[in-house]
Structure formats: structure tokens, C-alpha cells
């Protein structure tokens, strides 16, 4: 099993959807980090976060430490949003473990 | 700013040729760490680098080296290069011992034939 879950791998949505991915993690940790990839390009962080619920326009990212489950969710998604969302996790020594990443597809 | 700076951004190579990629960042960030990035899985640390002077192996170690040249500079060595390392290669770095973001270079795609 790995440290990392993520669900779904894969998601398409319509324009306008709001849109839910789910991070659930086996180990102890004191960051949890979403980080967007669009194709064939590089890694962005979008969030880091040790407790409670972050927003960033339209998008908000929630941990519960004790359940050690993360959401990442996109308001009224649009097609610009179309990419790998990417949980990781900070354990010892600042090391990041990842998850495999969920691919969302906005269609309009 | 430019983060972080990785290259090449493409590269093939020749089964058993050798190469290094090159990592920088501007940032005055301690730790700096070399990930790997194959289709299905997760990225997989290589090694990393806690500070100047220190490196350690991290989840898929084996058929590489680093050099923590000074602050700034990380690079990763492929010796005698296999097609199993085919894959994307990304750095990055951060601040050790702070809940900071982790900053990515662009990535290297790396092809062995």
C-alpha cells in the first residue's frame, strides 16, 4: 500500500463544475503539499498546509490531521484547469512523498 | 526570479554513455532533492540533500551519484547509463526544518536507446 492515496487517477468535468480530489496519506507528517503539473510542463505548488483549510481564488484545499485525509477542491472549474494534481506529503528530514497524481480533464 | 534551473530539458543517450544534469536555484534554500517521474507512479526520490556538504540516498538510489557542489548547485550523474532510466527527472528545493514550499525545476526529459 502506498504512504500516498489519491482518488480519483483520472476525472473529466463539464465547465462550471465544482470538483473534488481526495489525498489520504498512512504516515505522520507536518506538511501536506497540492502541486499542479499541466502537460509537458513543470511542477507548481498550489498549497501547503500542516492544519484546517486554505484558499487561493478558486481553489481550496482542507487537511484533517487526525482522519490524515487532504481535498483539494475547484469552483466553477474551467478548461485552463485541465491538469495533474499532484498530493505530497512532508515527513523526516523535509523529505516529500508523493502520490500518483489525478488527471482532471474540463471539457466546455 | 528564476527558482529553480535544470538542464538539459531534453536528452538522449546511448545505453552505457554517462551525463550529468545540472541543478541551480537562487533562493538560499538548504535542502535541494532530485526526483524521478515514470507513468503511473508517484515522483520516487533519488537522492537528496539536507545541506552544503551532505547528500544522502533517497527511495531509488542505485545506477546514479550526486554532487552538492555548493549551496546553489545539485547535480545527478548517470555513469553508465540504462534504458530503466528512461524517465523525467525534476529537482527541487526548499527549506529544510521549516513548513516551506517546495519549488520545482522545469524537468529533464531523459530517453536511453
Known amino acids: 500500500k502506498n504512504e500516498v492515496e489519491q482518488s480519483p487517477q483520472n476525472l473529466t468535468a463539464q465547465e462550471g463544475e465544482f470538483i473534488t480530489i481526495n489525498c489520504s496519506y498512512s504516515?505522520?507528517?507536518?506538511?501536506l503539499h497540492w502541486l499542479q503539473q499541466h502537460p509537458g510542463g513543470g511542477i507548481v505548488s498550489l498549497f501547503m498546509l500542516s492544519s484546517g483549510k486554505k484558499k487561493h481564488g478558486r481553489l481550496i484545499a482542507t487537511i484533517n490531521i487526525q482522519e490524515k485525509h487532504s481535498s483539494l477542491h475547484i469552483t466553477a472549474s474551467h478548461p485552463r484547469d485541465s491538469a495533474v494534481y499532484i498530493c505530497?506529503?512532508?515527513?523526516?528530514?523535509?523529505?516529500?512523498?508523493f502520490g500518483t497524481g489525478t488527471r482532471l480533464q474540463v471539457t466546455l | 526570479n528564476a527558482g529553480v534551473t535544470q538542464t538539459p530539458k531534453f536528452q538522449v543517450l546511448k545505453t552505457g554513455q554517462s551525463m550529468t544534469l545540472q541543478c541551480a536555484q537562487d533562493m538560499n534554500h538548504n535542502s535541494m532533492y532530485w526526483y524521478r517521474q515514470d507513468p503511473g507512479m508517484g515522483l520516487r526520490l533519488i537522492y537528496y540533500s539536507a545541506s552544503e556538504g551532505t547528500t544522502d540516498k533517497g527511495e531509488v538510489p542505485n545506477g546514479y551519484n550526486v554532487s552538492r557542489l555548493n549551496k546553489r548547485e545539485f547535480s545527478l550523474r548517470l555513469e553508465s547509463a540504462a534504458p530503466s532510466q528512461t524517465s523525467v527527472y525534476f529537482c527541487?528545493?526548499?527549506?529544510?526544518?521549516?513548513?516551506?514550499?517546495?519549488?520545482f525545476g522545469q524537468g529533464t526529459r531523459l530517453t536511453v536507446v
Open positions: 504516515v505522520g507528517i507536518s506538511a
Open positions: 527541487a528545493s526548499t527549506v529544510s526544518g521549516l513548513n516551506t514550499e517546495a519549488f
Open positions: 505530497a506529503v512532508r515527513g523526516t528530514a523535509s523529505k516529500l512523498t
